[in-house]
């Protein structure tokens, strides 16, 4: 069964940083990308970012270009996501997912986690 954890999630003021892990369990997804998305209070989840779990290939939201870097350590079977520069706007609940097809940003994704809440006061 496969299993997804995130964590990192917290309150940080508008300027700062906060890395997000992604724990995957259950099963090695080396033919897969796994996505970041996040879902604000009244808001659509939207997603934020992907990576390519074999070559490291990434995508993004043109939202948090040069802010966020999505990385992925394959003997951990983890995937990050460090936030820089946050803003107020990017206050939201972050879930992390398995790409099973489609576009990355707007494809079908399995295996969702429960969730990291981020805050960033301004």
């Known amino acids: 069964q496969v299993r997804l954890v995130e964590s990192g999630g917290g309150l940080v003021q508008a300027g700062g940083s906060l890395r997000l892990s992604c724990a995957a369990s259950?099963?090695?997804?080396?033919?897969?990308?796994m996505g970041w998305f996040r879902q604000a209070p009244g808001k659509e989840r939207e997603f934020v970012a992907a990576?390519?779990?074999?070559?490291?290939?990434?995508y993004y939201a043109d939202s948090v270009k040069g802010r966020f870097t999505i990385s992925r350590d394959n003997a951990k079977n983890t995937v990050y996501l460090q936030m820089n520069s946050l803003k107020s706007e990017d206050t939201a609940i972050y879930y992390c997912a398995v790409h099973r097809g489609g576009r990355y940003d707007t494809g079908r994704y399995d295996y969702w986690g429960q969730g990291t809440q981020v805050t960033v006061s301004s």
């Open positions: 259950g099963r090695t997804f080396g033919s897969y990308a």
């Open positions: 990576i390519n779990w074999s070559i490291g290939r990434t």
